[in-house]
T-cell receptor
Framework: GNSVTQMEGPVTLSEEAFLTINCTYT??????LFWYVQYPGEGLQLLLK?????DKGSNKGFEATYRKETTSFHLEKGSVQVSDSAVYFC??????????FGPGTRLSVLP | DTGVSQDPRHKITKRGQNVTFRCDPI?????LYWYRQTLGQGPEFLTY????????KSRLLSDRFSAERPKGSFSTLEIQRTEQGDSAMYLC??????????FGNGTRLTVT
């Protein structure tokens, strides 16, 4: 079946540090891949997506590249801000079957 | 259009009671999903609809859970004979075919 694995948190960084959150997936075929973010007290929001191999999704300074050879979709940001503190979820959608989410990685950015 | 809306935002009930939640998706979206999220975990898939048809239901979902989407628009999720383990955030999301999911703010259920 389809599954998503993320690095365990929490991740604590200082402002302006480089961020990587690892995500790997298991799926048949060619799923679409997503990163969702959940800020404190809010619902899940789409952060970025990629629909085919080698696509790069980007938004708000975050990037992730769909790597089929390593079945990965790692999230990166060059310089994090305090306002990036949130829980980040990697997810996949395999041809409209149910979306599968990873367990989430909590990021705390200290000033 | 204001996005996916869920009602109520919070529900406190006693064990053994039945509860029903409502979700109104984005109007042009044909797919509607229900998820459950507990503290520190990712959303756990419960079921999803394409228009009014319920296409998939999680094997983890007990017979006490039922969902409907009678006219392919809003959906309801009912939990019968609630148990303390049902306490969670219940999330609704909608989409069009292969587009990303748009989530509501959820209904937080507390079973005492």
């Amino acid at each position: 079946g389809n599954s998503v694995t993320q690095m365990e948190g929490p991740v604590t960084l200082s402002e302006e540090a480089f961020l990587t959150i690892n995500c790997t997936y298991t799926a048949t075929g060619y799923p679409s891949l997503f990163w969702y973010v959940q800020y404190p007290g809010e619902g899940l929001q789409l952060l970025l997506k990629a629909t085919k191999a080698d696509d790069k999704g980007s938004n708000k300074g975050f990037e992730a590249t769909y790597r089929k050879e390593t079945t990965s979709f790692h999230l990166e940001k060059g310089s994090v801000q305090v306002s990036d503190s949130a829980v980040y979820f990697c997810a996949l959608d395999n041809y409209g079957q149910n979306f599968v989410f990873g367990p989430g990685t909590r990021l705390s950015v200290l000033p | 259009d204001t996005g996916v809306s869920q009602d109520p935002r919070h529900k406190i009930t006693k064990r053994g009671q039945n509860v029903t939640f409502r979700c109104d998706p984005i109007s042009e979206h044909n797919r509607l999903y229900w998820y459950r999220q507990t503290l520190g975990q990712g959303p756990e898939f419960l079921t999803y609809f394409q228009n009014e048809a319920q296409l998939e239901k999680s094997r983890l979902l007990s017979d006490r859970f039922s969902a409907e989407r009678p006219k392919g628009s809003f959906s309801t999720l009912e939990i019968q004979r609630t148990e303390q383990g049902d306490s969670a955030m219940y999330l609704c999301a909608s989409s069009n075919n292969n587009s990303p999911l748009h989530f509501g703010n959820g209904t937080r259920l507390t079973v005492t």
